[in-house]
């Protein structure tokens, strides 16, 4: 959960809008958690997620994979901790706190 809190602190840093940790230990073996948060523009999701490549990468944590950079949502997989980045219109659009919330 240490991991979790510090890529949550690196999206605040940024503005980060509406930030939300799924806890999906129980549901998925992609992962333990699935972090979200919206930005207002593309613009804003591409610094988000480059917030937290370049903090994490000064501490030797790098993503396993990053898709949808040049998108309106952004995937970053960290492992047990995968990183979704929406603008607020494709994140309402795809409702992952729903679809997960309606699977436990």
Same mark, same amino acid.
């Given at each position: 959960m240490? =991991?979790?809190?510090k890529i949550i602190k690196l999206l605040e840093d940024k503005k980060a809008i509406d930030l939300n940790t799924?806890? +999906?230990?129980e549901q998925s073996t992609l992962a333990d958690y699935f972090i979200l948060a919206s930005g207002t523009s593309n613009t804003h999701i591409k610094a988000l997620a480059d917030n937290v490549e370049v903090e994490l990468k000064k501490q030797d944590i790098y993503p396993n994979k990053i898709e949808g950079y040049n998108t309106e949502w952004i995937l970053m997989d960290y492992g047990d901790v995968v990183v979704? +980045? =929406?603008?607020?219109?494709?994140?309402?659009n795809y409702n992952l706190e729903e679809l997960y919330k309606r699977n436990q």
């Open positions: 240490e =991991f979790v809190n799924l806890d +999906i230990k979704h +980045i =929406f603008t607020e219109k494709e994140r309402q």
